[in-house]
């Protein structure tokens, strides 16, 4: 069977949903998503944290960062419903680093140059607005979990306008608007064959055989984007590895006062953050060390907890919640980052196949950046502009680019 549209996506995360609906939104060419998943969330997006976070080593990436949650804070106005699934839960974001030479000050005026509202709190600030916090600026004895004289840092940034979102509904909202604007979005359907001739795109073949015939290709397929890659030929001159990452659970306990924002906690190498309702703790790690377990089938990979991973995350977060209890069910899964070994951002942009568009290599940043590349690639492709175009380039993260220069690799790069 062979039919023709003008732009595919594969891969409906939120990467190719975000993108469709901005072709969408600026544009009145056809478009399909082709899925190979029978149902939203089966790749990286539905393990997902959704932390929405501003600060990033590059100015780039805070601007990037910024369109994206700029889009997650007005969804009901991005998404063109006044009733979505999915709502911003607006937290703060929390860096806890350890105060030497200045860093929340220099970050803070960084994110106030790009607009996003910061405050520099000191220890004091912590304890009366998030009273189970210890703003210790030590690091924790993640082995053993052995207690500290903790010493109190001298100053820590907040972002005001962060915080988190629901990936699995957010999915489902561009689901439903595309589907309101007459998208056509394809479960079960694998592509087996990006098409081509003279080194231009033809469009895709899925595993039933059928073609559909387009210009214009998206490779938005997560950590599978490597399978369409060798099936093309394309050898591009990027490392993007899937790379296993594990997550906890743990039931909020009462003994668990007030407010938590987002916390990136640099100094005990985690993350976490609140979840239904605030009846539910989020964690991960920010360490390199914990992305380095390479997945060689994204298809089928191990989704449990390493019970060490599970002790030292526990540890690292009993110091910084002190009144946390011991006890209580902590359960947990895995999802996979793709990791971008050479410089952990993403690559987004046309291959050196004409119509083939590469959204790859995300590196644990993807949601929040979601609705802002979605506008980059919408907007190279339609040539049309839109009240969520972001303000970078799209040549900063091209596929030709020159590796970024960075501190540190990890998911706070
Ligand atoms: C545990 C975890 C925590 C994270 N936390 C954060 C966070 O706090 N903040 C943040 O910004 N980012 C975070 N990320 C990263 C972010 O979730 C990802 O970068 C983002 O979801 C990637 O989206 P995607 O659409 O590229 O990929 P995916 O969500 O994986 O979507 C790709 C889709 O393509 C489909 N597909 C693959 N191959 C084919 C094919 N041949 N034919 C048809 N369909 C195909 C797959 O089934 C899948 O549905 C996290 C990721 C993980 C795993």
Redesign the pocket.
Known sequence: MKSQADVVV???????LCTAWQIRKRSLLSIVV????IS?????????????RHRYSYDEMVNLARDGIHAYRHWPHFIGTDQPLAQFQKDGVLWLVDGSNGWANKESKRLEKAGIRTNILDATDIKSRFPALNPCSLPPDTKCGEAHDCNDGTSYLYEVDGG?FD?VNALEDLRRALLGKKVDVRFR????KVLTAGGRTRGIQLDNGSVIEAPCVIN?????CN??FQQLGLALPWSLKPTR?Q?LHLDRPVELIGDLPVCCDIVGGIYFRLQNRGQQIVL?STLEEDEQEVVDNPSDFNRLIDDDFKQAKLHALHHRIPSLPYQGSVTGY?????VNRDDVHPIVGESEITGFYV??G?????????PAIGAMLAKEITGESSDFDTTVPISFLAPNRIPLQLDVKN?LA
């Open positions: 594969i891969g409906a995360g939120i990467i190719g082709v899925e190979q998943g939203l969330g089966e790749g990286s997006t539905g393990a997902s944290s959704a932390v929405c988190y990936p359907s694998q592509v087996q938005a397929t997560g950590p599978w399978e369409v990452i997550i991960g895995c999802g996979l980052y793709t959204a790859n995300f590196s644990g940043h993807g949601f929040k950046l979601a998911v």
